[in-house]
């Protein structure tokens, strides 16, 4: 019985390295957030490596990506990060919602949330772990982009309009 269940295994793993996620490999920056903000060499380089594999439309993939589940895994990664964070299509979002955005890059990097652990994990991205001045650098940096906001906008156009629980939005 255990061969049989071993041999079924076996052939299920086989037959799904055979199947690939769709890759996420555009380089369509129209809407990327340096045509609208700031962001500096030193800033660009950090998020580079430690953000914009999961947060962005392009994915630099490890070599492990060839291998199912793993492929799948990643995919799955890679579209949960995009769907909380897009740096490529970070200025279609409303202003209110751009504003709360980088205070999120603020307090997920400051409570040490972002980058993920299973990202980092077992020395894999070790470039992706970031130092205290790393961190710092986000974090000021995002503080800016918020302060240039407020500078230009009413303030209660940066702030995003809570929901009723039929959808409608209210003040």
Same mark, same amino acid.
């Given at each position: 019985?255990?061969k ?8 299920v793993?086989i037959?799904?390295?055979? $199947?690939? #996620?769709?890759k996420n490999l555009s380089?369509?920056n129209t809407? +990327?957030?340096?045509t609208?903000? @700031?962001?500096? *060499?030193e800033v ?5 490596v430690?953000?914009?594999?999961c ?6 993939y490890?070599?492990?990506?060839n $291998?199912? #589940?793993?492929?799948?895994f ?5 579209? +949960?990060?995009k769907?909380?964070? @897009?740096?490529? *299509?970070?200025?279609k979002?409303p202003?209110a919602?751009?504003n709360?955005k ?9 409570e040490?949330?972002?980058p993920l652990?299973?990202y980092t994990a077992l020395?894999?991205?070790k470039?992706a772990?970031l130092t205290a001045?790393?961190?710092q650098?986000?974090?000021d940096w995002a503080?800016a982009?918020?302060d240039?906001l407020?500078?230009?906008?009413p303030?209660?156009s940066?702030?995003?309009?809570r929901r009723s629980p039929?959808?409608?939005a209210?003040?």
């Amino acid at each position: 019985m255990l061969k049989k269940i071993a041999l079924g295994v076996g052939v299920v793993l086989i037959l799904i390295q055979f $199947i690939h #996620p769709e890759k996420n490999l555009s380089d369509d920056n129209t809407f +990327d957030i340096s045509t609208k903000y @700031n962001v500096p *060499t030193e800033v660009a380089n950090v998020l580079q490596v430690a953000c914009r594999d999961c947060h962005s439309n392009k994915t630099a993939y490890p070599w492990y990506n060839n $291998i199912q #589940p793993v492929a799948f895994f990643l995919a799955h990664h890679v579209d +949960d990060g995009k769907r909380h964070l @897009n740096f490529s *299509t970070f200025t279609k979002l409303p202003i209110a919602v751009q504003n709360h955005k980088l205070e999120e890059v603020m307090e997920t990097v400051e409570e040490k949330e972002m980058p993920l652990e299973s990202y980092t994990a077992l020395g894999l991205h070790k470039e992706a772990n970031l130092t205290a001045a790393q961190r710092q650098l986000i974090i000021d940096w995002a503080k800016a982009q918020m302060d240039t906001l407020k500078a230009n906008y009413p303030a209660d156009s940066l702030v995003m309009k809570r929901r009723s629980p039929e959808g409608q939005a209210r003040d």
